[in-house]
């Protein structure tokens, strides 16, 4: 079965970056579309990056288009989140999930990765 564990979170001053890691275990991630995730307390989670399987769907919510980059790195099994030029309204608890690809649009991916939540990782932007 299939489990995802984020991390890589932290405190950073704006115009800064951090790496997030999506590290599986039970399965390989080649197989599955990886979606990256963020909630803040009072709003709804936003879809942020998908990639999928074969890297030929790629996009980004527009509001980190441009300073956010999703990329898959096979040998380690793992689905990364680099985010530069961070900003204060970046702080959330950010969440990975995984499905067979990708959805078309942007807009529907939280109902499309079904698959339960874990802990996240914690970003927090501020001087």
């Known amino acids: 079965q299939l489990q995802l564990v984020e991390s890589g979170g932290g405190l950073v001053q704006p115009g800064g970056s951090l790496r997030l890691s999506c590290g599986a275990s039970?399965?390989?991630?080649?197989?599955?579309?990886i979606g990256w995730f963020r909630q803040v307390p009072g709003k709804e989670r936003e879809g942020l990056s998908c990639i999928s399987p074969t890297r030929t769907r790629i996009y980004y919510a527009d509001s980190v288009k441009g300073r956010f980059t999703i990329a898959r790195d096979t040998f380690k099994n793992t689905v990364f989140l680099q985010m530069n030029n961070l900003k204060p309204e970046d702080t959330a608890l950010y969440h990975c999930?995984?499905?067979?690809?990708?959805?078309?649009?942007?807009?529907?991916?939280?109902?499309?990765?079904?698959?339960?939540w874990g802990q996240g990782a914690q970003v927090t932007v501020t001087s």
């Open positions: 039970g399965a390989t991630l080649d197989y599955y579309a």
């Open positions: 999930a995984a499905a067979p690809n990708c959805p078309e649009r942007r807009n529907v991916m939280v109902g499309w990765f079904s698959s339960s």
